[in-house]
């Protein structure tokens, strides 16, 4: 089942994917037999192997972000079988470890699949510096700290909500001190808003985002209030970066803007000699000047009335990306191929 569902999403059999991600669709069903051979017993993977459809499910969805993340981290050196890699771009050989942090991970089939691949390929383990779990409900990754123990991999589990002002600092506050990629698999309306500006506020530090939504926020068409999303472009200080809570975050920004005019957020002047025109609630608009500056602002409005509002939520995604980076959309459609799985299995019933 789980071999003729994966393979039918390559194109070779009438599926959306090209030859590029046979290897790895081919590994995955490796992957996935030998878990529900190994662990259908085990207490720990019920969740994993308990339901053969939505593990094919899961599978399926997760694809193309892993086949992202091999291209851009391990290039043609993901396996220790050179001869093997012709259908894969190349990539830094030297290239520094990297932590790759599975955002709102859910059962955390990222993280699992990106375990195995790193025990079966030396290369991959090698480049792979640590990998992080993120999810705010956080239920019981016993199954995952079972193959990070025995690879010898550092694997981090955070519960936190990404929401959270301070949630970056937290963040860096737990993982090495390595580069950073970020995976965000099913991401609901505003967490894949979220996502993008982590991605822009850790700057720098963070390689890549491959970002999957799922579906758009929960105010599309948009009720009272919630008309637009705004995503922060400018990476954040270096003392953001370093506190924990909300509370020390707010304590940070006021020294860093108490020395800018109270009317226009400026610096050099103070609030008696500005010369721009009074404006009310200026404490409040100077205090925050500073920290909107590169704002992206998702019009909820225009998204809810073009004709197709996920696409059109997907690029304002791409859109609120920090400028300098590269953007890549790549746009696949599953759902032929699962119909074409059901068309088959219909015909041999």
């Known amino acids: 089942m789980i071999s003729a569902a994966l393979e039918s999403l390559l194109e070779a059999n009438g599926g959306p994917l090209s030859c590029h991600y046979e290897r790895l669709v081919v590994e995955l069903v490796s992957i996935a037999e030998g878990w529900l051979k190994r662990y259908s017993r085990c207490p720990s993977w019920k969740a994993v192997v308990n339901s053969p459809h939505r593990l094919?499910?899961?599978?399926?969805?997760?694809?193309?972000?892993?086949?992202?993340?091999?291209?851009?981290?391990?290039?043609?050196?993901?396996?220790?079988?050179?001869?093997?890699?012709?259908?894969?771009?190349?990539?830094?050989?030297?290239?520094?470890p990297i932590c790759i942090v599975d955002l709102c991970a859910g059962k955390a089939f990222i993280a699992l699949a990106l375990l195995e691949l790193a025990d079966w390929w030396p290369n991959v383990r090698k480049k792979l510096g640590a990998l992080a779990i993120v999810e705010k409900r956080c239920p019981s990754y016993e199954?995952?700290?079972?193959?990070?123990?025995?690879?010898?991999?550092?694997?981090?589990?955070?519960?936190?909500?990404?929401?959270?002002?301070?949630?970056?600092?937290?963040?860096?506050?737990?993982?090495?001190?390595?580069?950073?990629?970020?995976?965000?698999?099913?991401?609901?309306?505003?967490?894949?808003?979220?996502?993008?500006?982590?991605?822009?506020?850790?700057?720098?530090?963070?390689?890549?985002?491959?970002?999957?939504?799922?579906?758009?926020?929960?105010?599309?068409?948009?009720?009272?209030?919630q008309t637009r999303v705004g995503v922060r472009q400018a990476e954040a200080a270096a003392e953001e970066l370093r506190v924990l809570t909300a509370q020390e975050l707010k304590k940070t920004r006021w020294t860093e803007d108490r020395h800018l005019c109270w009317n226009c957020g400026e610096p050099g002047h103070a609030k008696s000699d500005c010369p721009q025109l009074m404006q009310g609630m200026a404490k409040h608009k100077a205090n925050q000047t500073k920290h909107s500056q590169k704002m992206c602002e998702i019009n909820l409005l225009d998204v809810g009335s073009s004709h197709d509002p996920f696409s059109a939520w997907v690029s304002s995604l791409a859109m609120a990306v920090e400028p300098l980076s590269h953007v890549q959309q790549v746009r696949i459609s599953l759902g032929d191929a699962e119909e074409q799985m059901r068309d088959k299995q219909d015909v041999q019933e």
């Not at 894949?192 to 991605?199: D, G, I, M, N, Q």
């Open 56 to 96: 094919v499910r899961e599978l399926e969805d997760a694809v193309v972000p892993l086949q992202q993340v091999v291209d851009t981290c391990f290039g043609s050196s993901w396996s220790s079988d050179s001869q093997d890699n012709d259908g894969l771009s190349s990539g830094p050989a030297d290239s520094l």
């Open 143 to 225: 199954h995952v700290f079972e193959i990070a123990t025995r690879i010898q991999l550092p694997l981090i589990v955070l519960q936190d909500n990404i929401h959270d002002e301070a949630f970056p600092g937290r963040l860096l506050s737990k993982l090495p001190p390595c580069l950073l990629g970020f995976v965000a698999v099913h991401l609901c309306g505003r967490l894949s808003s979220r996502a993008v500006e982590l991605f822009n506020l850790l700057g720098r530090r963070c390689q890549f985002l491959f970002l999957a939504p799922c579906c758009m926020p929960s105010g599309v068409p948009p009720r009272k209030g």
